[in-house]
C-alpha cells in the first residue's frame, strides 16, 4: 500500500511536471525588460520567448511577432526549441506508461510487466527532465552574462521571466517522479532476487498409494 501510495504522489509530480514544462515552452515569459521611461504612461514591457516576442504598452495594448526564421536565432535559443519539445513529448510517454504499470490501476498485466512499465516510464520522466533544465540553465546564463555585459546598452538587457522559472521547478518535478518510479521498482526486484520465493515438494499420490499396498502385502 505505501508503495502504491509513493507510485500515485510521484505521478501526481510528474503531471504537474507536464504541464508546467508545456506551458514553459509556448509561453513568451523567457526575457522581460521592462521600460518605463519618463513617465509611467509611456512604459513599455518587453517579452521574449522561444517561439514569439511581445510587446505590452501601459495603455492596454498587446503584440505579438512569431520568430518565422530558425537559423536567424541564436544557438542557445534554437536548442532550447529542441529539448523542451522533446522534453514534453517524453514526458506525455512517462504519463501514459506509467499510467500503465502503476500498481493502483488494473493494467499493464502481471506485477512483472507492471514493473517493467514503471522503470521504463520513470526513465521517460528522468530524460525529460534533463532535456528541460538544459535549456532553461544555458538560456539563464545567456540572460546573465549580457546583463553583466557592460558594452550592451541598458534598454537592451533582460531579466529572467516566468517561464524560465516554471520550466526550473517542471524539471525538478519530472526528475523527483523519475526518481521515485526507478527506485520502487528496483526495490521490489531487489527483494525477489535476494528472497526467491520458496519451492514446495509434495510427495505424489501415486507414491503414496504404492507405499500402502506394498505394507499391505508384507503384512
Known amino acids: 500500500m505505501a508503495s502504491a501510495s509513493l507510485q500515485f504522489f510521484a ?13 514553459a515552452t509556448l ?10 521611461g519618463s513617465n509611467i504612461i509611456t512604459a513599455i514591457t518587453q517579452m521574449q520567448g522561444l ?7 501601459s495603455t492596454g495594448m498587446f503584440s505579438c511577432t512569431l520568430k518565422y526564421s530558425i537559423l536567424s536565432l541564436p544557438v542557445y535559443i534554437q536548442a532550447a526549441r529542441t529539448t523542451m519539445v522533446l522534453s514534453c513529448i517524453l514526458s506525455a510517454f512517462g504519463i501514459c506508461i506509467t499510467t500503465v504499470g502503476m500498481k ?25 527532465g534533463i532535456f528541460g533544465l538544459v535549456p532553461t540553465c544555458w538560456y539563464t546564463r545567456e540572460i546573465i552574462s549580457n546583463f553583466l ?12 521571466g516566468g517561464a524560465v522559472y516554471t520550466g526550473f521547478i517542471s524539471a525538478g518535478f519530472l526528475l523527483i517522479a523519475g526518481v521515485i518510479f526507478c527506485s520502487s521498482c528496483f526495490k521490489r526486484q531487489q527483494g525477489a532476487w535476494i528472497y526467491p520465493p520458496k519451492q514446495h515438494h509434495f510427495p505424489s499420490t501415486e507414491q503414496d498409494s504404492n507405499a500402502g499396498y506394498s505394507l499391505k502385502d508384507y503384512v
Not at 505521478?11 to 506551458?23: E, N, T
Not at 526575457?31 to 518605463?36: E, H, L, M, R, S
Not at 555585459?149 to 529572467?160: G, L, M, N, V, Y
Open 51 to 57: 517561439w514569439m516576442d511581445c510587446t505590452w504598452y
Open 149 to 160: 555585459d557592460q558594452t550592451i546598452p541598458e534598454s537592451s538587457k533582460h531579466e529572467p
Open 104 to 128: 493502483c490501476t488494473r493494467l499493464g498485466g502481471d506485477t512483472d510487466s507492471k514493473n517493467n512499465a514503471c522503470f521504463a516510464g520513470g526513465i521517460c520522466f528522468i530524460l525529460a
Open 27 to 36: 509561453l513568451p515569459h523567457w526575457k522581460v525588460n521592462a521600460d518605463i
Open 11 to 23: 505521478f501526481m509530480l510528474a503531471l504537474f511536471g507536464v504541464f508546467g514544462d508545456i506551458a
